[in-house]
């Protein structure tokens, strides 16, 4: 079995941790979390903090994820918001297609205050990526697409609404069958139209599996990643009727079919 690409996440975990020196933050303490903002208003800052609150509680019981530890003082989440996406990109060294990133390993959000669904979107799904690593280990190898649908799965307006874009997808013969998603490696370069499917499809394919099959086997199989299993062992223990990701995929295209 080949190894996964993992550049891209790698990247995404480990990526530039120099930049926020170069900028003047200001601080607000919250239960969870620390917001760093330079010219947000305070009562936008005041947002963050109730909704990230929020996430926090809810995106735990999404995924019937158990705490194992609570984010308190030295370990709060940090959420920095800079002034716009200019600054963002430039700054955090994003790509342009990008409103939000996280580190699962230092716990970090980068944002900015007019990012596309700010408070339906991007704060879930990067809250979503923290909480999904903790659980399982920041260091276990998942394919990208996994790591972004569990994500995704946090925001309500997607988590409902790729069946139509897949099934598109499917009648317009450009749907990425599993294996490929497997291996698609998304940057700078990467078409829109390309960077919209993949994350519609790997939205698709985690409710799929949550939805059809049960939040307590999504729990199994992500303990069983956090075990070390192993993404192809974890998948064949806990969905024993998938052999391998290309009797998932039949699976899924059948779902979708219908």
Not at 121 to 148: D, K, M, N
Request: glycine letters at 4%.
């Amino acid at each position: 079995m080949k190894k996964i690409p993992y550049l891209i996440f790698f990247i995404f975990l480990f990526g530039n941790s120099l930049v926020f020196a170069e900028n003047k933050w200001s601080e607000h303490k919250a239960q969870h979390f620390i917001i760093y903002y330079t010219n947000a208003p305070m009562d936008f800052v005041k947002s963050v903090e109730e909704m990230a609150e929020q996430y926090y509680v809810e995106i735990t019981d999404n995924l019937g994820f158990t705490r194992y530890r609570n984010w308190s003082f030295d370990d709060r989440a940090k959420i920095y918001i800079y002034d716009g996406q200019d600054d963002y990109v430039a700054s955090a060294k994003l790509m342009k297609w990008s409103h939000g990133a996280a580190s699962a390993v230092k716990k970090e959000i980068w944002t900015f205050p007019t990012a596309h669904g700010f408070f339906d979107s991007t704060l879930p799904h990067e809250l979503g990526h923290i909480i999904f690593r903790e659980f399982i280990c920041p260091y276990a190898q998942v394919p990208l697409w996994l790591e972004e649908g569990v994500a995704m799965f946090q925001e309500k307006a997607k988590r409902w609404g790729t069946n139509k874009i897949v099934r598109e997808a499917i009648s317009r013969g450009t749907f990425i069958p599993l294996n490929e998603l497997t291996w698609m490696a998304l940057n700078s370069q990467t078409p829109k139209n390309e960077v919209d499917l993949f994350y519609a499809e790997s939205a698709n394919i985690v409710y799929f599996l949550i939805t059809e099959f049960g939040e307590q086997r999504f729990v199994n199989f992500c303990r069983k990643l956090k075990q070390g299993a192993g993404f192809d062992n974890s998948l064949t223990f806990v969905y024993t009727r998938f052999r391998n990701i290309d009797d998932l995929n039949k699976a899924w295209r059948k779902y979708l079919d219908e």
